[in-house]
């Protein structure tokens, strides 16, 4: 067992070398054994740490519950003593949705299937148990999927990283690919919820569409009215599945989902304007389960600056065994040697080594178990700072023409990228602060290497702020909650328009004592929406 002095040498080590990927997977699997051991004081006593996330404050207090009753116990024990309760899963997010001065409940105890309560169930609707899966706010998407395979089913979808929780992903907008698949949050059935009530008791709400699964008369008679309630509500619902904490503590998902399958994974090289010109083909193909792009932020053509090379993933459905191994720079793209040689070769003219780094990723005709297709592998252990903004689908060629010449200029300032670009599309939601909000959404995600020398990361969080800046104001993008997030209130309102007061009617049913306002809260002029409305 580590002690909360290895934890200290650890951090202190990462620090010193924060492209060292060993440690950073060291750091990880320390803190997934024993997630107390964040509790200790890192060097900076101002700040918190937590893999990747650093918070900009000191939570006063940890609660580390294990079950429901432990949560609801722990939240009444400590309801008066603290003005903010926040939830934090994984902690592998870049910005601050989870932060807060008050409690800071780590939901890593709560990460258990649970009974699916079918006998609660609307027997008048025409449902199949087996596409539905219940379980805990803390559960990752790894160890759902292991227990899911052994009944031979899996998620719908999923993010490209299966340490990340469930729940988590969800409330900050995360997302899988696919134009025609929705992303995490458009899978969840019901959303079980920890919150006060206007008298500062908790109160757990089973919220689902006005549609949704559960019989109200069966639901009250199974369940203690003083403390469980059902709502049937598509507005709470469709605030609550997308809510960055904003309205109480997640215990509890229903999520529908599928059983195992294959897909074949292509990917080969080309060029940003051959790539463009390909996609409504493959979009067309009802074979294609879904795209990526992964793209170089700066042309090495010359003569071409704003058609750089890129990396085309298409994932196909298929019937064939898996079969076959990636290429080898996606095996070889985490924690290893060769990460930071290449870093210190990157120095101020980084693309030609990303083009070198993206064509030793091709490989044709892999076929892989779904949750491997989709999970990116290795390169998920490399040290980055990230920012990841959604937009119209429709303007992904308007908004790269523009985007490439800016980050050329920006070099001038010595904001380097050093990796390439991620574009992936997601079909639009319903939830009112989801990034896909009302439109099919490319979501552009920018992840730049920490820096070789020293551990001043000022630059790439300079570099993020300018990308984000400029696609919140050009093109009303919207951030992935769970990375670096400079958006303002102003930028809030412009950008998610006719979604903000339905969620603010949410704010209002679970959050109107402000017990789970944080910094988040306050950047985005959330709370002062609520109180003018």
């Not at 959303?191 to 639901?219: H, S």
């Not at 570099?463 to 930028?491: F, I, K, V």
Request: hydrophobic share 40%; aromatic share 8%; net charge negative.
């Amino acid at each position: 067992m580590a002690t909360p002095q290895d934890y200290l040498n650890l951090v202190a080590a990462i620090k010193a070398q924060p492209t060292n990927a060993a440690f950073h997977l060291q750091l990880q699997q320390m803190l997934a054994a024993q997630p107390e051991l964040a509790d200790t004081r890192a060097d900076d006593p101002a700040r918190y740490y937590h893999h990747n996330t650093v918070m900009p404050q000191w939570p006063a207090k940890f609660l580390h519950p294990k079950s429901e009753a432990e949560l609801i116990q722990m939240l009444e024990d400590n309801k008066n003593a603290f003005g903010s309760f926040r939830a934090m899963g994984d902690g592998y997010g870049f910005a601050n949705a989870a932060a807060t001065g008050g409690c800071l409940v780590q939901m890593a105890g709560m990460n258990d299937l649970l009974p699916l309560e079918a006998e609660n169930f609307d027997q008048n609707l025409d449902f199949d148990e087996d596409e539905y899966v219940r379980f805990e706010g803390g559960i990752t998407f790894g160890k759902l999927n292991d227990a899911l395979a052994l009944t031979n089913r899996t998620v719908c979808q999923q993010p490209g990283y299966r340490s990340l929780t469930v729940a988590g992903c969800a409330s900050a907008g995360g997302h899988g690919s696919g134009i025609g698949l929705y992303g995490i949050s458009g899978w969840i059935q019901a959303v079980e919820l920890a919150y006060f009530d206007q008298n500062k008791n908790v109160k757990i709400a089973r919220i689902e569409p006005a549609n949704g699964l559960t019989d109200p008369a069966k639901y009250a008679q199974a369940k203690d009215q003083n403390r469980y309630e059902l709502i049937k509500n598509d507005v709470l619902f469709h605030a609550a599945r997308c809510a960055q904490g904003h309205l109480g503590i997640i215990t509890a998902l229903t999520l529908k989902v599928r059983g195992r399958y294959t897909l074949k994974e292509d990917r080969w090289m080309s060029t940003w304007d051959e790539a463009w010109a390909q996609l409504p083909a493959m979009f067309a193909n009802p074979s294609v389960h879904s795209v990526h792009v992964w793209i170089n932020p700066y042309a090495t053509d010359a003569a071409a600056p704003k058609n750089p090379k890129v990396l085309i993933t298409r994932l196909t459905k298929t019937d064939q065994p898996p079969w076959g191994v990636r290429g080898i720079g996606i095996l070889f793209g985490g924690p290893n040697i060769l990460t930071d040689v290449a870093g210190a070769l990157l120095g101020n003219n980084p693309g030609p080594g990303i083009d070198s780094a993206l064509a030793m990723c091709a490989k044709m005709d892999v076929r892989l178990k779904s949750t491997d297709a989709l999970d990116f592998g290795p390169p998920n252990d490399l040290a980055v700072n990230a920012a990841s903004l959604g937009f119209d689908a429709s303007k992904g060629n308007d908004v790269m023409q523009q985007l490439l010449p800016q980050i050329l200029a920006w070099k001038a300032d010595g904001l380097l990228f050093t990796s390439p670009i991620g574009m992936r599309w997601v079909k639009a939601s319903e939830d009112f602060l989801s990034p896909q909000y009302q439109r099919d959404t490319i979501m552009l995600e920018v992840p730049l290497l920490k820096p070789v020398v020293g551990n001043d990361t000022s630059k790439n969080v300079e570099a993020l702020n300018r990308y984000a800046n400029l696609m919140m104001n050009d093109w009303e993008g919207r951030p992935h909650w769970g990375q670096q997030n400079p958006m303002s209130a102003d930028q809030f309102k412009a950008n998610y328009k006719n979604g903000i007061p339905s969620f603010v009617t949410a704010m209002k049913k679970f959050n109107s004592l402000k017990m789970f306002d944080g910094p988040l809260t306050a950047q985005l002029g959330l709370r002062a929406l609520v109180d003018a409305s």
